[in-house]
């Protein structure tokens, strides 16, 4: 690899050798050679990628460090719904910087993920307490987008058009609704709460701040009984350490509650990534969006959590689906809910307390030197008429070091926080030309404006005081769990690559986690920098004209993709194009995004190879003729396959006036052999945490930047940067989740152009010699010329199913045993397995895999031959916790050393060993459990088979 950058061989799984190895065995000499075998030639792209020849790390590191340098970290009391905050280092070292949390996966897997599922059911828990609902879901992706949710499901229980949003909300809230009511036919409406409502004709829903983004507080129980009055569904937006202070939303009689979770300990970044939440009333709980951990029990009675309900992945609904369930911050949510636990009740009701405090002594001198407040009543935000005007109180503040909001003309606010000093306060008051702050007062609010009831009493929240209980309870909860750092991930189509310690390294940085996302623009030069060159390293690398980065996750680029196209038939008049052509092996995400955009999706058929149907699309295009608004297509397709007519069908689509929308899942099969936007695309979303190795952090963060040709970049979502761009905003923050997006810039600066084309041929030279090992055990469902495939194969282990009674479930569970997490189950065709080993994997890990997969083949067969029973064998027992396999009295058909260590090439000291046994999905969803009770449920002497579960 002389010619590559040093980067890319720690990049990079195999060494030279192991590849033309590899190559042997799939008979080709070049990966070159097996390049022009596999991709279409009329797709291929042979020239050079202009992203540059690659950089060390060293180099890489240091040339991001001068960018960043170029932001100006003021100390920031802008508010509106981000906060400075103290990451406790215990969470920082052993979570965000910590691959065992940030490399695992989506918790599908629930035997394999019961650490970080652990943490999530307790981050519900926590929502649930201080919100005072019934139940929450384990994470969104920013309040704005919650409160969207938080909209569209009022609008599916209550029949009504209107909705009616306080003028006291977050700006960015108010807009990200806008943009979610237009295609669902929802007119927004801002009310004052203060003034009563005259007309509720058609209004199903409310939503109201609390506190307000001003800090005002409005009591607004009243309001929520007149709207429960008139049918209407009221959702509250709140701040979680107010709720420490303020009665809760549900002893309101609040319907919904949403909000972020950032200020428990997560830095500003710009913007995100940060944690919502959402929690709602029991009568919700079926169409509440988002993932929800429930806990369950496993086949051996053990109590086991998962996620439950409509949650997962396989219940997506498809072409009736309303809403997304790729929609999490999973690393986050951990976080705040870690913050909490180390904080404890009493911490986190004292944090609560002294900013408010600080806060009561600001308001106290402010008002004794003559200036007016908006509000007595407050929690840690004050607005302040000023009579020199906002833009000359603003400027003097900057000059002093400090970031203040502009709320209008005369009016500035000031929001405190946890890291607020003394010499802050002092600073903030010499700024309104305040000399005096008086040392102690009585808070502004009274002890009876305060809520008084008891929370958060479960052991959890008490037992990991010391910096050693939190470090051991970590270790416990990761130990739990296979992530990347322990073993191949083979997930077909959810790519599970080398996050890079140094691609990491800079999200830590407080030149960029410290910068709050509506500091003046030229506070954020290097933020504008970094970020205009990753727009143009990903437009040189899809072929687009223009990248938005304002999706923080791969199902908001979609929308904003579908939202995109949209207005651009719109624009032309064209406003009966409302049909959404997906086929049939297209993501789960992908009609949820259509219905989102208030599209009719339109299934097409896939033939017999897993290619899409012309003759079926020609039927539908000529159903549908010029109702057609798009096509969304994966490429390669989700059968993993690069298709030779993927050309035909975006010229097909093109002649009738519709748009092709590619999406961008597989682009790691693309990088530097073929581009989207030159071979038929008009938009895409790419995941930055697939191909550009944002790590997926146990479901989240994730960012799904959109790419669009020239005629549709006027729809891209207005950033406040790029003033060509008139769209519909789809996040909270301008650039979505920025405080990663180093992450991705480090990861194409280290690999160059050359390196990045090297990553996509190993990729898919991993994935066809994985088929090749596995084809005369496993069939492979789909292939394309000279039987090859692109970056991933689908094993069919239906002919097992039928003939043994082994069933894909059994496969998956079985991998466990051998220390793997299992590939796509019955996605995208039901009963197979469907593999991704990317470019990181070595030879040997793949080999490993390979010898996983031969052995379990061999287990069938002694089923298959009577040898073990059906209903006692290794397959049908799996996985096999230490327990079982300990118990004297089990009674196992086969060894105990094959039922817990099967492989005898793998050293058992590092063998990884499921923490539960197969979990019980139906027990679950029958005996729905979604938040840990409090400790007063409990009797001394009670032994319920679901008592919360503890860590011991």
């Known amino acids: 690899m002389s010619s590559f950058s040093p980067f890319v061989a720690r990049h990079i ?205 409005v009591h607004p129980k009243a309001l929520i009984e007149r709207a429960h009055q008139n049918k209407a569904l009221v959702v509250v937006a709140t701040d979680l350490l107010a709720l420490m202070m303020l009665p809760s939303p549900g002893s309101l009689g609040a319907d919904i509650a949403v909000g972020s979770a950032q200020r428990f300990g997560v830095p500003l970044g710009f913007g995100g990534p940060h944690a919502a939440f959402f929690a709602t009333r029991d009568a919700y709980k079926r169409t509440m969006p988002g993932r929800i951990v429930g806990q369950s029990i496993d086949r051996h009675g053990k109590p086991a959590f998962r ?79 000023v009579p020199q005007g906002a833009d000359a109180v603003m400027a003097h503040a900057v000059n002093a070091g400090y970031n203040l909001r502009r709320l209008d003309d005369s009016t500035i606010g000031i929001s405190l926080d946890e890291t607020t000093s003394e010499s802050d306060l002092q600073a903030v008051a010499k700024i309104l030309g305040i000399e005096w702050i008086p040392g102690q007062v009585e808070p502004q609010l009274r002890d009876e404006e305060c809520r008084n009831d008891v929370i958060l009493t479960q052991d959890v929240f008490h037992r990991y005081r010391s910096e050693t209980e939190m470090m051991r309870y970590l270790r416990r909860l990761s130990e739990m769990d296979i992530a990347l750092d322990r073993a191949m991930i083979p997930l077909g189509s959810c790519t599970m690559k080398l996050n890079a310690a140094s691609e990491l390294t800079p999200v830590t940085w407080p030149e960029f986690n410290g910068i709050h996302p509506l500091v003046p623009a030229d506070q954020c030069q290097g933020y504008r920098e970094m970020i205009d060159q990753l727009e143009s390293m990903l437009c040189e690398i899809t072929g687009y004209d223009a990248i938005s980065l304002q999706p923080n996750a791969g199902s ?42 208030n599209m009719q999706v339109v299934v097409v058929k896939c033939d017999d190879h897993g290619n899409v149907d012309l003759a079926d699309l020609d039927e539908k295009i000529a159903t549908y003729g010029k109702r057609v608004a798009a096509i969304m297509i994966t490429y390669p397709s989700t059968h993993g396959v690069f ?138 469902l789909y292939t394309g010329d000279r039987g090859l495939i692109a970056h991933e194969c689908i094993l069919d282990t239906r002919p097992m199913e039928k003939e043994g009674h082994v069933g894909v479930d059994d496969i998956a569970k079985r991998l466990i045993d051998y220390g793997f997490h299992a590939p796509t189950m019955s996605f995208p065709v039901g009963g197979t397995l469907m593999i991704e080993p990317t470019e990181s994997e070595s030879l040997a890990e793949l080999d490993r895999f390979c010898r996983a997969m031969k052995m379990i083949h061999e287990e069938y067969l002694q089923v298959l031959q009577g040898v073990w029973p059906a209903d006692n064998n290794p397959l049908y027992n799996a996985p096999h916790t230490l327990d079982v396999v300990l118990d004297e009295h089990s009674k196992l058909a086969y060894p105990r050393r094959l039922a817990l260590c099967p492989d005898p090439e793998v050293r ?31 009797e001394p002497d009670t032994d319920t088979e679901l008592a919360p579960t503890l860590s011991p």
């Open 13 to 217: 799984g195999p060494r030279d050798s192991e590849i033309q190895h590899m190559l042997a065995e799939l008979g080709f000499t070049s990966l070159d050679e097996l390049t022009d075998a596999v991709v279409p030639q009329g797709i291929r792209w042979n020239q050079p990628l202009h992203v540059g020849q690659g950089m060390s790390e060293e180099q890489a590191l240091e040339a991001l460090k001068r960018i960043a340098s170029k932001n100006r970290s003021l100390r920031s009391f802008i508010g509106a719904g981000y906060y400075n905050t103290i990451t406790p280092k215990v969470i920082q070292r052993n979570v965000l910087e910590n691959p065992a949390w940030y490399t695992s996966y989506t918790p599908y897997q629930p035997e394999i993920s019961q650490g970080r599922l652990e943490v999530l059911f307790y981050y519900q828990t926590l929502v649930s307490e201080l919100t005072g609902l019934e139940i929450a879901n384990a994470s969104l992706l920013d309040e704005a987008t919650a409160a969207a949710e938080a909209m569209a499901l009022a609008h599916r229980t209550v029949k009504g058009t209107r909705f009616l949003i306080s003028t006291a909300c977050h700006p960015q809230t108010i807009e990200v609704v806008r943009t979610r009511a237009i295609p669902l036919g929802v007119a927004i409406e801002t009310f004052d709460e203060r003034q009563p409502i005259e007309n509720w004709q058609g209004i199903f829903g409310l939503l109201i701040q609390y506190p307000g983004t001003d800090g005002s507080i």
């Open 556 to 597: 908001q680029g979609e929308y904003a993709g579908l939202l995109a196209i949209k207005a651009y038939h719109e624009s032309r008049g064209e406003h009966d194009r409302d049909i959404c052509l997906i086929p049939s092996s297209a993501h789960g995400t992908n009609p949820a995004s259509a219905q989102m955009a």
């Open 643 to 780: 298709e030779a007519g993927v050309t035909a069908v975006c010229e097909r689509i093109h002649a009738v006036g519709g748009q092709v929308y590619i999406d961008g899942a597989n682009l790691n099969a693309l990088v530097g052999v073929a581009k989207p936007g030159l071979f038929g695309g008009d938009v895409s979303h790419l995941n930055l945490h697939k191909t550009f190795c944002i790590p997926h952090g146990g479901g989240g963060p994730g960012v799904g930047p959109v790419g669009v040709r020239a005629h549709l970049a006027p729809f891209l979502p207005r950033d406040g940067v790029h003033p060509e761009r008139q769209g519909p905003i789809v996040s909270a923050a301008p650039f979505g989740s920025a405080g990663i997006l180093p992450i991705s810039w480090m990861y194409i600066q280290m690999m160059g152009g050359p390196g990045l084309r090297r990553a996509t041929q190993v990729a898919i030279l991993n994935a066809n010699y994985i088929a090749h090992r596995l084809k005369n055990y496993y069939p492979i």
């Open 307 to 385: 996620l439950a309900l409509q949650t997962r992945e396989q219940h997506i609904r498809r072409e009736k689906a309303t809403s997304n369930i790729c929609t999490a911050q999973a690393l986050l949510a951990i976080m705040s809910t870690l913050y909490a636990c180390y904080h404890g009740p009493e911490g986190l009701r004292a944090i609560a307390r002294r900013v408010h405090g600080l806060t009561s002594r600001l308001y106290r001198c402010v008002t004794q030197a003559g200036l007016k407040c908006r509000s007595d009543r407050f929690f840690d935000t004050l607005a302040i008429v």
């Open 908 to 938: 058992t000291t590092v063998k990884y060993i499921p923490p539960v046994g197969r979990v019980d999905n139906v027990y679950g969803d029958r005996n729905l459990v979604c938040a840990c009770p409090p400790v007063s449920n409990y």
